[in-house]
């Protein structure tokens, strides 16, 4: 599956920004979908991932109650919706694709995804 991310942007402090995760080449809703994130001199981290079909999400604590992750099979698309964006959220966001999924999508390594999209820059200022 060939995954497209867009949605990028500046934000102030304290705003929102939702992303998107667009697949291509296959259905979407067979792979389970993550969202991770590196910001500049730091390694790659997992931010959200949801089951093949939506029912199950899991999330990094430093996101948690902030961030929400959803999909929707018509568009074939998997958004994580960031509110109260705090300077330490900047970072370029990749999304990616399991193929492989329990239904329980503690997919916190992304050494367990198989496909990924090529980022979008999220920049919040103060």
């Known amino acids: 599956v060939q995954l497209q991310a867009s949605g990028g942007g500046l934000v102030q402090a304290g705003g929102s920004l939702r992303l998107s995760c667009t697949a291509s080449g296959r259905t979407f809703s067979s792979y389970a979908g993550g969202w991770f994130r590196q910001a500049p001199g730091k390694e790659r981290e997992f931010v959200a991932a949801?089951?093949?079909?939506?029912?199950?999400?899991y999330y990094a604590d430093s996101v948690k109650g902030r961030f929400t992750i959803s999909r929707d099979s018509a568009s074939n698309t998997v958004y994580p919706q960031m509110n109260s964006l705090n300077l330490e959220d900047t970072a370029v966001y990749y999304c990616?694709?399991?193929?492989?999924?329990?239904?329980?999508?503690?997919?916190?390594?992304?050494?367990?995804?198989?496909?990924w999209g090529q980022g979008t820059l999220v920049t919040v200022s103060s």
């Open positions: 949801i089951s093949r079909s939506g029912d199950g999400t």
């Open positions: 990616a694709a399991r193929r492989f999924d329990s239904g329980n999508p503690q997919y916190t390594s992304s050494r367990l995804y198989g496909s």
